[in-house]
């Protein structure tokens, strides 16, 4: 039996749908073609065209989602789209967090100190690191200067690298569609889940 999930990433700059389909990606489509649209109004339509091309309603069987930190809006319209889609068609759901994004790659990082950089929508910018108790902590980045802890070795980031004068710390850049892909078998996708996006604000997780 094949497997068809709909990613839909609403954590970076530009969000976008990726079709998966038996882990490989078949289509990607950008919901917003540059940062003056608006998420709402593209949402909508960006899959309508996807389903034309390849009558994506009856094939689809799961749905993944960024689950931020990121833009307020963006997070907000995409869960309850994202949920919308999910109950209407009582498929599974998996909220991929930053959680997720550190335990994939510890291994790539040789197990270094690992720090997430996040670029999201309007330029709002995310640092997260796992702290001594294995809690995730979200600072949002508000002026240039912002220092990484001494701790930090290596830094993934999604959109470009932290210019800090960071010369020292080795910087990687990931996808969040190959992800996805690479660690399928690792998600845990659930019915009824209620998505809870991060959002941070004066470094205090909004939900």
Same mark, same amino acid.
């Given at each position: 039996?094949?497997?068809?999930?709909?990613?839909?990433?609403?954590?970076?700059?530009?969000?976008?749908?990726?079709?998966?389909?038996?882990?490989?990606?078949?289509?990607?489509?950008?919901?917003?073609?540059?940062?003056?649209?608006?998420?709402?109004?593209?949402?909508?339509?960006?899959?309508?065209?996807?389903?034309?091309?390849?009558?994506?309603?009856?094939?689809?069987?799961?749905?993944?989602?960024?689950?931020?930190?990121?833009?307020?809006?963006a997070l907000?319209?995409?869960?309850?789209?994202?949920?919308?889609?999910?109950?209407?068609?009582?498929?599974?759901?998996?909220?991929?967090? #930053?959680?997720?994004?550190?335990?994939?790659?510890?291994?790539?990082?040789?197990?270094?100190?690992?720090?997430?950089y996040i670029?999201?929508?309007?330029?709002?910018?995310?640092?997260?690191?796992?702290?001594?108790?294995?809690?995730?902590?979200?600072?949002?980045?508000?002026?240039?200067?912002?220092?990484?802890?001494?701790?930090?070795?290596?830094?993934?980031?999604?959109?470009?690298?932290?210019?800090?004068?960071?010369?020292?710390?080795?910087?990687?850049?990931?996808?969040?569609?190959?992800?996805?892909?690479?660690?399928?078998?690792?998600?845990?996708?659930?019915?009824?889940? #209620?998505?809870?996006?991060?959002?941070?604000s004066n470094?205090? #997780?909004?939900?």
């Amino acid at each position: 039996t094949y497997h068809m999930l709909l990613f839909i990433d609403v954590v970076s700059p530009l969000s976008e749908f990726s079709v998966i389909e038996d882990n490989n990606l078949i289509l990607n489509k950008k919901i917003n073609e540059n940062s003056k649209e608006r998420l709402s109004d593209n949402i909508i339509s960006a899959y309508q065209n996807i389903e034309s091309k390849i009558n994506l309603s009856e094939k689809l069987d799961k749905i993944a989602i960024t689950a931020g930190p990121g833009s307020y809006t963006a997070l907000r319209v995409g869960s309850a789209f994202a949920a919308g889609l999910c109950i209407s068609k009582k498929i599974m759901c998996y909220s991929f967090s #930053i959680t997720d994004l550190i335990k994939f790659n510890l291994k790539k990082a040789k197990n270094k100190n690992l720090g997430v950089y996040i670029v999201s929508a309007n330029n709002q910018k995310f640092f997260c690191k796992m702290n001594k108790l294995n809690k995730i902590e979200y600072i949002k980045i508000e002026n240039e200067n912002y220092k990484v802890s001494d701790d930090i070795e290596t830094i993934i980031y999604n959109f470009k690298k932290l210019d800090n004068q960071l010369n020292h710390i080795e910087q990687l850049k990931f996808s969040f569609t190959k992800e996805i892909i690479s660690n399928y078998n690792n998600l845990n996708f659930e019915n009824n889940t #209620i998505i809870k996006p991060v959002y941070v604000s004066n470094n205090i #997780i909004l939900n």
